[in-house]
């Protein structure tokens, strides 16, 4: 099946075409687009843009739950939930993350992961599952955020080949490198493919390079329970952000929820790194993407050992001493980028897009609208708000609200 979306600005990675631009999407793939003079295609589904921007789908590499879900949660309808607000977000690939958790705990998450992977064809209106974001437990106690203390712990080998051989699915796994045994785990996570992330961590610059030769390839949340600049006595130690900031071609994940981060180290971030290395990500939670009010409760935790209070459009600990996560969806995350901090709109997409989707090695299969790719869109109203849906070319109905 043949479907035409007309009257749009089509966001392409470098630049906007339009605003009376055209795709055509057939068999779920782009099979052609340009601007004026449209294909005449007999029997073609059409979709009027009603001047909309057409962009691939976002791809959220972090992302912890939603709907008041959390993938730790370790059931279906848990995973399906959230899945269903960060489609409306505009997330068409997800990689559902775990928090620290027991052994147990991330075996049973694993395993219903693995269940819904298996049967992904037979699943309807939810983002495509690209694979597992593992975020813990093997982290800095100093750099814990609202990670459980209690289980927070170092990498133990027999443990983790036990997770490994759990699924094939993990693609990221975030760790604190400078721990006892971390930068084995990362030779032997880089050597299966899977992308070793440096997060929740207390390292000084110097052992975050020698991470990064080890085999780590990006940085998880940056400034985001990550080491900086500080004083050893008299003298200065840098940290997991200065050995970013150096590293010119070593990816870095941004919260661009415009809380997280404000817009002045957002702009700082992109100044340094620019478009082509930064992946805007969520680090949604619980009570993301819908309806909250000021002062509201909600849980980090499976148990519900561990509230978060919802101030500012951001979830936060009881003490207040740091974040707990996001409330956002992507699409939040790229108007942050482009009206608070002023970049360029194909830049924004890109990197909700285009990048993430190089990570997981996936660039020459979604994040952009180029002839081949999947028909995975977005039709974005002048204010950046999603409107539409598309996956394989096809609307999906949006059934939660985003934010």
């Given at each position: 099946?043949?479907?035409?979306?007309?009257?749009?600005?089509?966001?392409?990675?470098?630049?906007?075409?339009?605003?009376?631009?055209?795709?055509?999407?057939?068999?779920?793939?782009?099979?052609?687009?340009?601007?004026?003079?449209?294909?005449?295609?007999?029997?073609?589904?059409?979709?009027?843009?009603?001047?909309?921007?057409?962009?691939?789908?976002?791809?959220?590499?972090?992302?912890?739950?939603?709907?008041?879900?959390?993938?730790?949660?370790?059931?279906?309808?848990?995973?399906?939930?959230?899945?269903?607000?960060?489609?409306?977000g505009g997330t068409t690939t997800i990689v559902p993350t775990l928090s620290s958790a027991t052994k147990e705990t991330m075996l049973q998450s694993i395993s219903v992961f693995n269940h819904l992977k298996g049967n992904e064809d037979a699943l309807?209106?939810?983002?495509?599952?690209a694979g597992l974001h593992l975020e813990g437990p093997y982290f800095s106690q100093q750099q814990r955020g609202a990670q459980d203390?209690?289980?927070?712990?170092?990498?133990?080998?027999?443990?983790?080949?036990?997770?490994?051989?759990?699924?094939?699915?993990?693609?990221?796994?975030?760790?604190?490198?400078?721990?006892?045994?971390?930068?084995?785990?990362?030779?032997?996570?880089?050597?299966?493919?899977?992308?070793?992330?440096?997060?929740?961590?207390?390292?000084?610059?110097?052992?975050?390079?020698?991470?990064?030769?080890?085999?780590?390839?990006?940085?998880?949340?940056?400034?985001?329970?990550?080491?900086?600049?500080?004083?050893?006595?008299?003298?200065?130690?840098?940290?997991?952000?200065?050995?970013?900031?150096?590293?010119?071609?070593?990816?870095?994940?941004?919260?661009?929820?415009?809380?997280?981060?404000?817009?002045?180290?957002?702009?700082?971030?992109?100044?340094?790194?620019?478009?082509?290395?930064?992946?805007?990500?969520?680090?949604?939670?619980?009570?993301?993407?819908?309806?909250?009010?000021?002062?509201?409760?909600?849980?980090?935790?499976?148990?519900?050992?561990?509230?978060?209070?919802?101030?500012?459009?951001?979830?936060?600990?009881?003490?207040?001493?740091?974040?707990?996560?996001?409330?956002?969806?992507?699409?939040?995350?790229?108007?942050?980028?482009?009206?608070?901090?002023?970049?360029?709109?194909?830049?924004?997409?890109?990197?909700?897009?285009?990048?993430?989707?190089?990570?997981?090695?996936?660039?020459?299969?979604?994040?952009?609208?180029?002839?081949?790719?999947?028909?995975?869109?977005?039709?974005?109203?002048?204010?950046?708000?999603?409107?539409?849906?598309?996956?394989?070319?096809?609307?999906?109905?949006?059934?939660?609200?985003?934010?």
């Amino acid at each position: 099946m043949e479907t035409l979306i007309s009257n749009v600005t089509l966001v392409l990675p470098e630049r906007l075409c339009g605003p009376e631009a055209w795709l055509m999407a057939k068999d779920g793939r782009i099979a052609g687009f340009g601007v004026g003079h449209q294909p005449d295609v007999p029997g073609a589904r059409r979709l009027d843009g009603c001047g909309a921007y057409l962009c691939p789908g976002f791809v959220d590499t972090h992302v912890h739950g939603g709907g008041g879900a959390d993938f730790r949660d370790g059931t279906e309808e848990a995973y399906l939930r959230a899945l269903h607000v960060h489609l409306a977000g505009g997330t068409t690939t997800i990689v559902p993350t775990l928090s620290s958790a027991t052994k147990e705990t991330m075996l049973q998450s694993i395993s219903v992961f693995n269940h819904l992977k298996g049967n992904e064809d037979a699943l309807s209106s939810i983002p495509r599952l690209a694979g597992l974001h593992l975020e813990g437990p093997y982290f800095s106690q100093q750099q814990r955020g609202a990670q459980d203390p209690e289980i927070i712990r170092d990498p133990d080998p027999a443990e983790y080949r036990e997770i490994l051989a759990a699924t094939p699915h993990i693609r990221i796994w975030s760790i604190a490198c400078e721990l006892p045994g971390a930068l084995e785990l990362g030779r032997e996570l880089a050597g299966r493919g899977i992308c070793a992330s440096i997060g929740h961590s207390n390292a000084t610059a110097e052992q975050a390079i020698a991470a990064v030769e080890a085999g780590y390839s990006s940085v998880t949340h940056l400034y985001s329970s990550c080491s900086y600049l500080h004083r050893n006595g008299p003298y200065r130690e840098g940290g997991v952000v200065e050995a970013a900031f150096l590293l010119r071609d070593l990816d870095v994940e941004v919260i661009a929820d415009g809380v997280h981060l404000p817009p002045l180290f957002l702009r700082l971030i992109y100044g340094i790194k620019g478009a082509e290395h930064i992946t805007l990500v969520t680090d949604c939670i619980r009570p993301g993407g819908v309806p909250c009010h000021e002062g509201d409760m909600s849980y980090d935790d499976v148990g519900k050992k561990h509230p978060v209070y919802l101030e500012n459009d951001v979830a936060v600990v009881p003490d207040r001493s740091s974040f707990a996560g996001s409330i956002a969806t992507t699409s939040r995350l790229v108007r942050t980028m482009v009206q608070k901090c002023g970049v360029g709109l194909p830049e924004a997409v890109r990197m909700a897009s285009l990048n993430p989707a190089r990570r997981l090695g996936l660039g020459g299969e979604i994040g952009s609208i180029a002839l081949g790719k999947r028909a995975d869109l977005l039709l974005l109203d002048r204010q950046l708000v999603v409107q539409r849906v598309l996956l394989s070319g096809d609307e999906v109905p949006l059934t939660m609200g985003q934010e």
